[in-house]
């Protein structure tokens, strides 16, 4: 039997997926309306949205002129999701980042933060980092200066980057969940919420164990089975 004041909460995400951001700042503010005495436990799981990137990045202009078409397609989906971001006060600054990059290695010290007790921390630290600080997280160095500002013992994730740690186990959870897009956040292991969902709807899975199916549009990151490339 469930225990009713216990909320888990786990997201499947990728820390280059603007929609991620939105939706980490959504659930906080549903995760702040849940009543006095309610326990929460949240866990990060990895999707690469870009799992063929090179591991030293790519050029962020070639790299989305080439997928959405043109500079100017990329940089209109860059202003909408800035709006949106805007509403829930993340500051996002895509002018500010010059390359796209490899996330396997952020996704190495995410799994290893959850094992010190600091993922949330390291998250929030690479979201800000990428996209309102235009960070290049493919850099092992910056890496491990934004993981060890949030929190996480450098030495011990510079040892972690050298070959200790892989994130087999948490990509194949992932993927086993059936996730096309990113975020994904799966409910107490019941619910499943595709998209950057509104506080209503993610009050209404918490209590109730359901919630409306319909995503609001631009609120995922998906790949594309035939290209392979992420829509944002």
């Given amino acids: 039997m469930s225990d009713n004041n216990i909320l888990t909460v786990d997201i499947v ?19 702040k309306a849940l009543p006095d005495g309610k326990t929460v436990h949240v866990r990060w799981l990895p999707y690469q949205l870009n799992p063929q990137m090179p591991a030293t990045g790519m050029n ?16 209109e989906l860059d202003a909408q999701v800035a709006a949106v971001g805007a509403t829930e006060g993340i500051p996002f600054a895509h002018d500010r980042i010059e390359r796209t990059p490899n996330t396997l290695d952020a996704h190495r010290l995410i799994a290893l933060a959850a094992k010190e007790g600091v993922q949330d921390a390291v998250v929030e630290a690479l979201f800000r ?49 059936g996730v096309s897009g990113v975020p994904f956040f799966v409910i107490n292991n019941e619910v499943g919420l595709s998209g950057a969902r509104s506080v209503a ?12 199916q319909d ?18």
């Fill in 13 to 31: 995400s990728d820390v280059i997926c603007p929609w991620c951001f939105v939706g980490k700042r959504r659930l906080e503010r549903a995760l």
């Fill in 60 to 75: 962020r202009r070639e790299y989305r002129s080439a997928k959405f078409g043109s500079w100017q397609k990329s940089q």
């Fill in 129 to 177: 980092g990428y996209f309102t600080e235009g960070k290049d997280i493919s850099d092992r160095t910056v890496l491990l200066n934004v993981v060890a500002q949030a929190g996480l013992d450098r030495s011990r994730a510079e040892v972690f980057l050298k070959g200790e740690g892989d994130i087999h186990e948490e990509e194949a959870e992932a993927r086993q969940l």
């Fill in 201 to 212: 709807e993610f009050l209404a899975a918490f209590e109730q164990g359901s919630v409306a």
């Fill in 215 to 232: 995503i609001a549009e631009g609120g995922t990151c998906r790949l594309d089975p035939a290209g392979g490339k992420p829509t944002c």
